[in-house]
T-cell receptor
Framework: QKEVEQNSGPLSVPEGAIASLNCTYS??????FFWYRQYSGKSPELIMS??SNGDKEDGRFTAQLNKASQYVSLLIRDSQPSDSATYLC???????????WGAGTKLIIKP | DVKVTQSSRYLVKRTGEKVFLECVQD?????MFWYRQDPGLGLRLIYF???????EKGDIPEGYSVSREKKERFSLILESASTNQTSMYLC??????????FGPGTRLLVL
């Protein structure tokens, strides 16, 4: 069974620090990787996508992909209380219509 | 911007009622999905559709059916609502090999 694993948390990080969220996946054929943010009671929203090994930066967010080790991570620099949310990792295989979802990591930014 | 809309944000139904949840997307996406999300269980796929009149079962299709008569519209039907179907229902759409975009969600309470 294809799986995506995340630590459920909660991960507590002081305001202004770097939050590091990790995700591992089981299918070596995976091609596309996504990070979604979900506030309580709201639907998930895409914040980052990454398709090739290395780092991809967008503002305070950096996604990191290592296909050899089968993990993808999300770094949030200068964490703000508004970053407090659940972060979902999702993986897409090239031949599949679906995304395989992790259960999410709850992030709490402490003022 | 991609827009995915759902017919209701909140819905209260009685056990045994037939329930229709509708989802409409405006980006001509081929694929559409219905998920339910419960605390601690993450996103669980109920059904998805990769074309008009085509449907595939997801991980938890029991008690549900779907309809896709037009490309932009994907309906989820609870034939006879039960209390264990109380949940947040999320619709999503995507273009093949790209990311998923979610609607705002419908919080369904079955009494």
């Amino acid at each position: 069974q294809k799986e995506v694993e995340q630590n459920s948390g909660p991960l507590s990080v002081p305001e202004g620090a770097i939050a590091s969220l990790n995700c591992t996946y089981s299918d070596r054929g995976s091609q596309s990787f996504f990070w979604y943010r979900q506030y309580s009671g709201k639907s998930p929203e895409l914040i980052m996508s990454i398709y090739s090994n290395g780092d991809k930066e967008d503002g305070r967010f950096t996604a990191q992909l290592n296909k050899a080790s089968q993990y993808v991570s999300l770094l949030i620099r200068d964490s703000q209380p508004s970053d407090s949310a659940t972060y979902l990792c999702a993986v897409n295989q090239d031949s599949n219509y679906q995304l395989i979802w992790g259960a999410g990591t709850k992030l709490i930014i402490k003022p | 911007d991609v827009k995915v809309t759902q017919s209701s944000r909140y819905l209260v139904k009685r056990t045994g009622e037939k329930v229709f949840l509708e989802c409409v997307q405006d980006m001509d996406h081929e694929n559409m999905f219905w998920y339910r999300q419960d605390p601690g269980l993450g996103l669980r796929l109920i059904y998805f559709s990769y074309d008009v009149k085509m449907k595939e079962k997801g991980d938890i299709p029991e008690g549900y059916s779907v309809s896709r008569e037009k490309k932009e519209r994907f309906s989820l039907i609870l034939e006879s609502a039960s209390t264990n179907q109380t949940s947040m229902y999320l619709c999503a759409s995507m273009r093949v090999k790209e990311t998923q975009y979610f609607g705002p969600g419908t919080r369904l309470l079955v009494l």
